[in-house]
């Protein structure tokens, strides 16, 4: 059968079918010419529906000397065969397929229509189709759309043999075949495709930013598509490229010809020379520009950027080199391994990165060495923002002695620390404490034209108030207000407990003034910061104020503050107003708590209450905690004014082993308690505990000390 439709004929089939009209289902009903012979195979009658009469004897004749060698609709004759010629092999491929698969349909159709016939006579009716219609393609050239859209017209004429009905039958299922070959051959190059580099490419990237399932198989299948389609456009292209050359080979052949027939009329006809430049115009634009080199210069550097290169693959001995490093100890030489491993890769500024990268997944702190080794290396780049990172993470972790030597450094390669680095050693310098340094950092900003913001700020505040010098902390929220910016409540409380712990009550009430005039509403921390102010500076009535207030905000003072307010009425032994404050709490559901004993076991004790402090301290362990600190001290102040040795030496000793917890005010204390209840060599241990402290020992106290050993009022010491 390959004989009877070739390559060509199948190009103009895929040709018909985007002019043919949409074609209609066969019905044999639809033709009615009479038979003029019957052949002799079964049911010819019928069969003879889709055929002229002029022609039936010949289609009798074509079926009765063919039906024997007819198989499956598929093969045709021994003489058939012998007479084919030897084509490519996709070729044969490409006629078999179409063979194949229209006459799989046609036997479909015929078999409907006809169900009543056997398969002789199907094979018989196939075989005069398939000859009819390779005849007609192979005779009619360009016919087809004739043949398609006026097939009474052609019968009418003389030319065909099949009915109108028929031959739309035909074409249709021409039309069907080369569809689904075209959608197979497309399925099969989609194959190719799916496989292709570029996609695998970007599915890969695609998982990567987290696409997955459903998704990422259609975006597969799109991009492979859109692969597909470019390619066949630019195959299209080149098509069209060798036929316009092979034109103009075949027109310059002509014009040589006549040429030379005709010698005297030929002429060589040119264009002529272009002067000047050339402009290209694109709406508007005149991009001969030379402006617009630049542009694409710049958009050239903008896609490094988008889309940086990946770091080179590391391999072989490289990669047993990288593995050492990953594996090093913060102890350990890197130097030579980095020296090798430079030598084997040749690394860009990209592969440094990755490198660090990987440090800083395993070990933070080999990071930090190799980063700060490789900022002399010429391949890695360095720029100020390299600098800046190990400031940073220096800072973070207060380590203010590597983030200096990386500003030495900085500095020796000649690169001024710009605003970030200041504002980073700023915080790390007020987080350590050291007000020199961080009043350089910040002096630095001013320098550089830098506007203090509110984080700069509040460091430099917090680093005045760790000092112990509120009052330039105060000074700039001075600053601040008077450029409009609004400072945050935790720098006012951080000011406001500096001064509480200072006994500055005045500067403790100009922040809380401060405080309502930047409308922050108090709290019960500020209030019983102040009612701890007025109480150490033996004010009671203010500091029952504040107290008070703590009540009209609607809130509950909680254990500590009415232990201030206990301290307090302490100051000036108004006992009375202690126990009506308790009892009015207590009535509002207050327990007191372990502050609140703590001061009323200290009041009993500076009373000599020896048994009533002893209770509260009873009333502390029944709350299930330790003792406060300045419980043992009120405790070692007590038994020894009682002169009871043994009790008040048992206290001394706690004292003595966290003595770095005494501040001055409670050296003296004990000391002056020691020397009442006569251990003077006690005191003097404790003086020297104190001097060692670098604690200035009062003028009253050394003169307490001098009286007691002149009047020999000395206790022998307990080791």
Known sequence: MKQLI????????????????????????????????????????????????QNTTAAAGKIESSSSSWVGG???????????????????????????????IMRGKLMEVYPDFDKKTIDG????????????????GGGLDQIVEGGSAASGDGDGDFSEDLWKTVWEVSNVVLED?????????????????????????????????????????KWAREKMEETEFYHRLERRFKEEEEQKEDENGIGVAVEQRDEEESKVVSLPKRRGKINYKIYGLDLSDSKWSQVADKIHEAEKIMWPQEPKQIDGKCKIVTDKILSSQEEDDLSPLIAEWVQL??????????????????????????????????????????????????????????????????????????ILTSTTMLHMYSKAGDLDQAK?????????????????????????????????????????????????????????????????????????????????????ESCTLLVEAYGKAGDPDHARGWFDSVIN????????????????????????????????????????GVATYSVLMDWMGNMQLIDEAEQVLGKIAEQGEAPPFKVHISLCDMYARANDEKKALQALGILEAKQEQLGPEEFERIIQALIAGGFVQDALKFRGLMEARRFAVSEKLKVELQASQTFLRRRPSVR
Not at 471 to 497: C, N, Q, V, Y
Not at 567 to 575: G, P, V
């Open 345 to 418: 890769l040749q690394p860009s500024r990209l592969d440094w990165i990755n490198l660090l990268d990987r440090l800083k997944e395993r070990n933070a702190t080999l990071y930090l060495k190799i980063a700060e080794h490789i900022l002399g290396e010429e391949s890695f780049q360095t720029n100020k923002r390299d600098y800046s990172k190990l400031i940073d993470a220096h800072a973070r972790d207060n380590r203010p002695e590597d983030a200096e030597r990386i500003i030495k450094k900085m500095s020796e390669n000649g690169i001024v620390p710009d």
């Open 440 to 524: 350089a950092a910040f002096e630095s900003l001013r320098t550089q034209g830098f506007l203090p913001e509110v984080g700069v700020y509040n460091s430099m505040i917090l680093a005045y108030v760790n000092a112990g010098n509120p009052k330039l902390g105060e000074s700039l929220i001075r600053e601040m207000e008077a450029r409009d910016i609004t400072p945050s409540k935790e720098i006012f409380m951080a000011l406001l407990r500096s001064y509480v712990q200072h006994g500055d009550v005045t500067g403790a009430q100009r922040i809380a003034n401060t405080m309502m005039l930047f409308r922050f509403q108090h709290t019960l």
């Open 553 to 592: 905000l609607g809130l509950k003072p909680d254990d500590r503050c009415t232990a201030s307010m206990i301290a307090a009425y302490e100051k000036k032994n108004l006992l009375d107003d202690a126990l009506d404050l308790l009892l009015k709490l207590e009535k509002d559901g207050f327990e007191p």
């Open 74 to 104: 598929k093969t045709l004759s021994a003489e058939m065969l012998s007479d084919q010629s030897e084509t490519d092999d996709n070729d044969d491929d490409t006629m078999n397929e179409f063979l194949s698969r229209f006459v799989w």
């Open 125 to 140: 009716m196939l075989l005069v189709i398939v000859g009819k219609v390779v005849s007609e393609l192979e005779n009619q």
């Open 181 to 221: 070959m075209e959608k197979a051959k497309r399925k099969e190059k989609m194959k190719s495709f799916l496989q292709a580099e570029e996609v695998k490419e970007m599915c890969r990237f695609a998982g990567e930013v987290g696409i997955r399932g459903e998704m990422l198989r259609e975006y597969r299948f």
């Open 6 to 53: 070739s390559k060509q004929t199948i190009d103009k089939l895929s040709k018909l079918k985007s002019s043919s009209r949409i074609l209609l289902v066969c019905r044999p009903s639809l033709s009615k010419a009479p038979i003029a012979t019957t052949p002799s195979l079964p049911n010819w009658t019928k069969c003879c529906r889709f055929l002229h009469t």
